[in-house]
């Protein structure tokens, strides 16, 4: 019996950590110290190997818990296998109106995620370019310490008829 009770822990153990996200998709980019310039864009290249998954897409944005701004605007740019880029301009929150930033702060940094896409699928397979830029009047952008692009398999599939 306390064989079973053994086994039947660790199988619970088990069960419970690898349960999580599903990320097919996992990069960092480091800013220098200096700041986030214009000319620092990030290149984020994916390659999508089946159409019918659906992902949500999300941006890990590390900033210094003395930066200086609310929010800030980024343009997200989108290259597709057909030659195809499309660009929107996204703008994030850090705090709210009192001051208190968003994510979770220790007395040097902060970690905010952003969902920038729930629900995403993409229509061509092959290798599609995310890359951002900061778009600011500040040039460069001091602060941000590091952004990160995740792509969450949520394990679903849309009708091929989407």
Not at 102 to 116: A, F, Q, S, W
């Given at each position: 019996m306390k064989d079973l009770f053994l086994a039947f822990s660790l199988f619970s153990i088990f069960t419970i950590f690898s349960c999580g996200p599903n990320y097919i998709y996992d990069q960092t980019f480091e800013i220098a110290e200096d700041g986030w310039a214009y000319k620092d864009t990030l290149d984020f290249e994916v390659e999508i190997t089946d159409t019918l998954e659906i992902y949500n897409l999300y941006l890990d944005i590390e900033h210094a818990t003395n930066f200086a701004k609310q929010n800030i605007y980024i343009l997200i740019y989108t290259s597709f296998p057909s030659g195809e880029r499309i660009k929107e301009r996204v703008a994030i929150d850090f705090a709210d109106k009192m001051g208190q930033w968003?994510?979770?702060?220790?007395?040097?940094?902060?970690?905010?995620?952003?969902?920038?896409q729930q629900g995403a699928f993409f229509n061509l397979l092959g290798k599609h370019t995310i890359t951002i830029e900061q778009y600011m009047r500040i040039n460069p952008l001091p602060g941000i310490k590091n952004i990160r692009l995740r792509i969450e398999n949520t394990g679903s599939k849309r009708s091929p008829e989407n």
């Open positions: 968003y994510g979770d702060c220790n007395t040097e940094k902060c970690n905010l995620r952003v969902n920038i």
